[in-house]
C-alpha cells in the first residue's frame, strides 16, 4: 500500500460521513461555467516547512465545503485536523507533524472532500529555520528582518513591493532565493537587493535566484514584487537568504517538472555523464557514442564537439536541458569537414522535439489540448552518408542574453535504442459554444460515470510498435478499458467508468505501459499531469501544466453523474467490415439538460471518422450508430466509446439545504429559549431583594451573554443557508459526456 492509502484507510470513515451531511462554505466560482464541478487544493499556508518541527497550516480549496484528510505522498508529512476548544475541527486548519528524517524536497499534497480526492498541490520541506510574512511589510519602514540563514513563507499582494531587511557583512556572498513557478505559485518574482536605504544595487528581473556579494558592511534591503504587479492568494512565495563561500558552484533549487520532462531520462542512462564540456576549448574531440554534460554559459555560448564517422553509420542524438528545468531552447547543427579541411559543410539541424500531439493554438476553438507534450529539447536521426570528419555545434537558440551557470545540458549520442515514454491527462474539448478551459481534473469520479485520459507517447529511436497499458489498484466498481496506443499512433484514449452503483471509495492506482521491442518485453510506468491552476478561460491566462506524483483515484457517492449511457447488453457487438452496426444504448438521467438533443462522437482506435449521430437528452434509450465502410477498420476486437458536450442543469449539493435548514431551525428553538431565560432574569431582577441583587445581576449579564451568542449564531447559520441555497440553484454547466465503453467485434466480409 502507498502512503496515500495508508492514510486513507485510516480516515476513510470520514468521507463516507462527509458524504452525507455538507456544510455551505462551498468555494464554487461563477466564473467556471464548464466541468462540473471537482475537488481542487489551492494553497497551503504556510506553504513549507522544517524538518522536524510541527506547525499549523491554512488551506484553500474548490469545490470543498468541509475539507476533510489532508494527505502528502510522503508518510514522514503527518496532517491533523486543528481542534476548537470544544473538540471540532476548525474547517480548512490542520496541525502538521514533519518527521526528523524526512528529507528536504518537494511533496504532493492533496485533501480528501465530499466530491472526492482533490487535485494535488506542492508543499515544501527544508532545513532552514521557518519565519511567516507579517502583514504590511510593503514599505522600506516596516521592512522584514531576516536572519541569515532562514526563509519566509509571503504572498505578494497586488500593486505592490515586499520589503526584506538582512545584516550583510562586506566581502561575503549571499544566495537569494525566491522560489515561486517552482511551487505552483503564479508568481513570476522581481528580486532586487539594495543598500539600508532601499536604493538598488542588483536586480534579477528575469529568474528567481540573486548571486549577491556585499561591498558593504551593515543593513540591506530584500524587494519581491511580481513582474508586472499581480498579486494575491495564488501569488506565493518563498524568500530563501543563505551564505555561500565565493567560489561554491550556484545551488539548483528542486522544482516542479513541466509535462515535457516525461520523456527524460532515456532507460538505461547512466547517473553521470561520461564526459564533461572543457569550457577553455573551442573545438573539443570525442568519440562515438558520447554522453557529455554541459552549459550555455556564458551569454551567446557555442559549444563545438568533432569526431570521426563512417559511411552507412546512424546515430541518435538527444539533448535535455529544458526538461531538466532550465530555461533553454537547444539547437544543433551537425557539420561534415571538407575533404581539403578549407570548410565545413551542414549536414542536418536538430531541433525541438514535436508535441506527440498537436497542441490548442488558441483559448476558443478546440483544435489540441491545452497541454504540449513536446520539448524545446532535441531528438533526431543523424546518418552517415559519407566516411569523415564531423562536428556538433550545440547553442541556446535565445541565449544571447541568458547569462545563467545553472543552464546545464546533457548531450547524448548514441545507437539506436528503441523505445518510448508516456504521459496522461484529463480530456479537454471544446465546450459551450466555444468556451475553452484549462483546468485540474483529479480523478474524483461520480457514481455512473465514464471520465476519459488522453494518453500520449514519445517514441525514441524509431520505435513504432503497438503500447499495451494495465491498471492495477482501482477502486471497487471503476474499471479501465482502452488500454492500448495502436502501433504507428502518439495517443490513446484511456477511460475509467465509475459503475451507477459502485461504493464510495479512494485508491492509488499504478497504470503501466508495456511493448514488444525485438525480443524484449518493455514496461514503463505511465506519467499524470495536471494543470497548476484552474482556468476557466485559456484566453485570460496562460495555462500551465506540469507532472504529478502519483494516481489517486476516487467514487464519491454523494453526487451522481448528471446522466449515464451504457449498452443495453454487457455483450460483443459484432458487423461485417462495410456494414452498418447499431448498438442499442439506454439512458440513466439525473438532471435536466439545456436543449434536447446530443450530439456524439466516437473514440476508440481507428473509430474517430464514423460520422457524428445524434441522440436524445429527454428520451429513456438511443441507438449508437458505427458505419463500418466509413471507418474502415481492420477485422479485430475493439473497445470503443461515444461522446459529446452537453449543458446540464446543475445543482450544487442540494442536499445541504435541508440539513441547514434543520442547523437553523434548532439554532432558533435554542435562541427562543435563550430569550426567555433573558426575560425571566429580567422580571426577576426588578421585584429582588437589595441583598440579593448583586448575584441577580450577574444572572442577567449571563443571560444576555448567552442571547446575543445564540443570535450572533442564528444569524450566521441564516446567512449560510442563504449561501448554499443560492449555490444550488440550477446554473447552466457544461459537461463532457462519455458513454460507458462498447466492445466491438468487426469481421471481414
Known sequence: MTSIDVQVAKKIQWLILACSVALGNAAVSRAQSVCLPLPRLLSISPMGGQV?????????????????????????????????????????????AIAHDCPAGLYEARVLGRLGISSARIFSVGKLAEVVQAPGNTTLA????????????AVVSTRAIDFYSFEAVQGKRYIIQCSARGIDSKLDPVVIVGDSRGTDLVAQRTGDTLDFVAKTDG??????????????????????????????????????????????????????????????????SISLPADISGRFYPAADVDSYEFDAQAGQTWWIEVASERLGRPTDPSLIVQMQNPDRSGWLDVIELNDISSPMKPSSNGYAYDGPPFDGGSTDILGKLEIKETGHYRLVLSDLFGGTRKDPRNVYRLVVRPA?????????????????????????????????????????????????????????????????????????????????AAQDAPQGISSAVITATAKIGEQTISH?????????PIPDAWSEIPSP????????????????????????????????GETLKIP???????????????????????????????????SSSEAIINLASVKPPPGEYTVAFYGSAVAKYRYNPLAISVTENELKKAQEEQQRAAEVLTQKTQALASIAAEQKSAAEAELAEATKKKQEVDAQVTAVQEKLKRITEQATPRDTAEIIISEPVNVRVLAP
Open 525 to 533: 510506468p505511465m506519467q499524470m499531469a495536471q494543470m497548476v491552476w
Open 142 to 153: 516596516n521592512a522584514i528582518e531576516l536572519k541569515v540563514p532562514s526563509v519566509c513563507n
Open 417 to 497: 535504442q528503441p523505445d518510448f515514454c508516456v504521459v496522461a491527462w484529463g480530456l479537454h474539448m471544446e465546450l459551450r459554444n466555444g468556451d475553452r478551459n484549462a483546468l485540474s481534473k483529479p480523478l474524483a469520479l461520480r457514481a455512473g460515470s465514464t471520465v476519459a485520459l488522453e494518453v500520449v507517447t514519445v517514441r525514441r529511436d524509431g520505435f513504432d510498435g503497438e503500447i499495451a497499458l494495465s491498471v492495477e489498484g482501482l477502486p471497487t466498481g471503476v474499471a479501465a478499458q482502452g488500454l492500448r496506443i495502436p502501433a504507428g499512433k502518439m495517443r490513446g484514449v484511456l477511460l475509467l467508468t
Open 219 to 284: 543593513k540591506h534591503t530584500i524587494k519581491i514584487h511580481e513582474l508586472t504587479f499581480k498579486g494575491g492568494p495564488g501569488y506565493f512565495y518563498r524568500l530563501s537568504i543563505e551564505e555561500l563561500p565565493i567560489d561554491a558552484p550556484m545551488p539548483i533549487y528542486p522544482s516542479t517538472r513541466s509535462v515535457s520532462a516525461f520523456s527524460w531520462p532515456p532507460t538505461g542512462l547512466a547517473i553521470e555523464p561520461s564526459i564533461a564540456e572543457q569550457e577553455e576549448v573551442l573545438t573539443q
Open 585 to 619: 444504448m439506454i439512458h440513466s438521467l439525473r438532471s435536466e439538460f439545456s436543449g434536447a438533443v446530443l450530439q456524439l462522437k466516437t473514440m476508440g482506435p481507428g473509430f474517430d471518422g464514423n460520422p457524428q449521430f445524434d441522440v436524445s437528452l429527454t428520451a
Open 52 to 96: 522536524g518541527t510541527s506547525f499549523d497550516v491554512t488551506i484553500a480549496a474548490e469545490n470543498m465545503e468541509e475539507p476533510g484528510p489532508l494527505l502528502f505522498e510522503n508518510p514522514a508529512i503527518q496532517a491533523t485536523a486543528k481542534l476548537d476548544a470544544q473538540g471540532k475541527p476548525i474547517a480548512n486548519q490542520y496541525t502538521l
Open 546 to 577: 506540469r507532472l504529478v506524483s502519483g494516481i489517486p483515484v476516487s467514487v464519491t457517492t454523494s453526487e451522481l453523474a448528471p446522466i449515464t449511457i451504457a449498452p443495453s447488453e454487457p455483450r460483443v457487438y459484432e458487423a461485417k467490415l
